[in-house]
C-alpha cells in the first residue's frame, strides 16, 4: 500500500499550489465582495490545463482523473471555493457524457471543455426537487414532427454557472411527468444557443460568490436524438455522476478546512492575551490538534474515494466510502471554519479577515450534490445492505 502521490499528481499538486498562492489568495476577497465572475482566474486555469483534468487524453484532457481534479481543488479551495467551483464545473455536466455518452458527443462535448473554449452546467434540481429528484416535473415529450427527438419544458433552478455556460446537462421525465418509476428520467445535452432556452434569474446567495446560481427556462426546446445521453430512462445515470462527484466535492470542504486553521493558526500565534500568546493556551492548542486530525482523516477518506471513482467503482456497492468522504469533509469545513472565527474572536467576525467568508463559504458544501442527511442515509443503507462490512 503506497501513500506517497505519483510523480505526476506531486507536481499537479505544486503547479495548482503555486497557482492558488499567487492568483486566487490576492483575488478571493474582491470576488466574494463584487460578487463578479473572476475571468481573469478562468483564464488561468485554462491556460494551466486545469479544465481537462478529468477528461481523457483522446478528447482533449490530461487524463489525471478525478484523483487529479480533487488534488487541484483542495489547493484552490484553500483561498476561493468559487474559484474551487469552477474546476468542479469541468466534471459534473460532463460526467454522465464520460460515462454513458456515445463516441459522437464525446468528440463534439468534451474537447472544447478541456481546452476551456466552452462551459456547461448540470440541470437537475428543481424548486419542488431537491433532495427528491423524483419529484422533478421538466418533461421530455417525443416530436411527433423529428422521430427520436424530444420537447422539453419545465425549469431548473440552483444551476452554478448558469451564466456562463454554453451547454447545460438536463435531466427530464420521459414519462408521465407524477412517475416516481426510476426509468421515467432521462439526460440530454441542451446548448444555450437553442430556441426556448432561457435564463431566467440568478440568486442571491450568503456565500460561494462570483460563480453565480441561477433559474433555467425552458420552454419547447427541440432536443434531437443525438443529444439524448445513454439510453431513454437514465436516473441510474444521474446517481452515478453524483456518486462520482463525491470526492470532488469532499476536495472543496478539506481545501476550507485547511485554509481556515492555517489561518487561525497564524493568527493565535502572534495574538497577545495574559502575558503570553493565545496558542501558548492548552485548550486552544487541543482544538487546532483536534482540527488537524480531523483534516488528515478526512483526506484519507476522499482520496481514497476519488481513486475507487478512477476505477469505475462509483456503483451502489461502493457508494458508502464515496459518501463518507463528502459528508465528512463537508461538515469537517463547518467545523474547521467556526472554530476559525472563534480563535480570532471579534476579529473573525469582521470582514478585516477572511474566515468570516470561509464561514459563509462552507455551508453550501453540505447542501450540493446531496445534503449531508443524504450522504448519512446513503451510509447507513450500505451497513445494513452489508456493501460496508468488516468480516
Known amino acids: 500500500m503506497d501513500f506517497d502521490l505519483s510523480p505526476e499528481l506531486t507536481e499537479l499538486q505544486s503547479v495548482v499550489r503555486r497557482i492558488a498562492q ?30 481537462g483534468l478529468c477528461i481523457p487524453e483522446a478528447y482533449g484532457g490530461s487524463g489525471a482523473g478525478i484523483l487529479g481534479l480533487t488534488i487541484a481543488i483542495e489547493e484552490v479551495a484553500k483561498y476561493s471555493n468559487a474559484a474551487a467551483l469552477m474546476l468542479l464545473l469541468s466534471r459534473l455536466p460532463t460526467g454522465p457524457i464520460m460515462i454513458a455518452g456515445s463516441e459522437r458527443q464525446r468528440e463534439r462535448y468534451l474537447p472544447s471543455i478541456a481546452d476551456g473554449s ?102 419547447d426546446v427541440h432536443v434531437p436524438k443525438e443529444n439524448i445521453v445513454g439510453e431513454v430512462g437514465g436516473f441510474r ?25 492555517m489561518y487561525a493558526t497564524e493568527y493565535v ?31 484519507l477518506l476522499t482520496y481514497r474515494s ?35 472565527v472563534q480563535l480570532l474572536g471579534a476579529a473573525g467576525y469582521m470582514e478585516d479577515h477572511p474566515v468570516e467568508q470561509w464561514y459563509r463559504d462552507a455551508k453550501q458544501l453540505t447542501i450540493v450534490e446531496g445534503t449531508s442527511q443524504v450522504q448519512l442515509g446513503l451510509i447507513a443503507k450500505g451497513v445494513l445492505d452489508q456493501h460496508l462490512w468488516w468480516n
Open 269 to 299: 500565534k502572534t495574538r497577545q492575551a495574559f502575558n503570553k500568546t493565545i496558542a501558548d493556551f492548552q485548550g486552544i492548542q487541543w482544538e487546532i490538534a483536534k482540527c488537524a486530525v480531523d483534516i488528515e482523516a478526512a483526506r
Open 22 to 51: 499567487e492568483k486566487v489568495k490576492p483575488r478571493a476577497r474582491e470576488i466574494d465582495k463584487t460578487g463578479e465572475y473572476p475571468q481573469d482566474l478562468f483564464e488561468v486555469f485554462r491556460d494551466a490545463g486545469l479544465f
Open 118 to 219: 466552452k462551459r456547461c452546467a448540470f440541470g437537475l434540481s428543481e424548486p419542488q426537487a431537491g433532495s427528491d429528484v423524483m419529484g422533478m416535473r421538466t418533461h421530455a415529450a417525443p416530436d411527433p414532427a423529428s422521430p427520436g427527438a424530444w420537447i422539453l419544458n419545465g425549469t431548473k433552478c440552483w444551476m452554478s454557472g448558469i451564466k456562463e455556460a454554453d451547454w447545460y446537462m438536463i435531466f427530464a421525465k420521459t414519462s408521465a411527468p407524477d412517475s416516481r418509476s426510476h426509468d421515467s428520467i432521462s439526460a440530454f445535452i441542451v446548448e444555450r444557443s437553442w430556441d426556448g432556452v432561457q435564463v431566467v434569474r440568478t440568486d442571491h446567495k450568503m456565500g460561494v460568490r462570483g460563480v453565480e446560481t441561477g433559474e433555467l427556462s425552458l420552454s
Open 306 to 340: 476519488a481513486w475507487l471513482a478512477d476505477q469505475g467503482r462509483f456503483t451502489k456497492e461502493w457508494v458508502p466510502y464515496l459518501s463518507m468522504a463528502k459528508y465528512f469533509a463537508t461538515e469537517l469545513a463547518v467545523r474547521a471554519s467556526g472554530l476559525a
Open 237 to 261: 445515470l444521474a446517481m452515478l455522476g453524483l456518486n462520482a462527484m463525491r470526492p470532488i466535492v469532499a476536495a472543496r470542504g478539506i481545501g476550507l478546512a485547511e485554509g481556515s486553521l
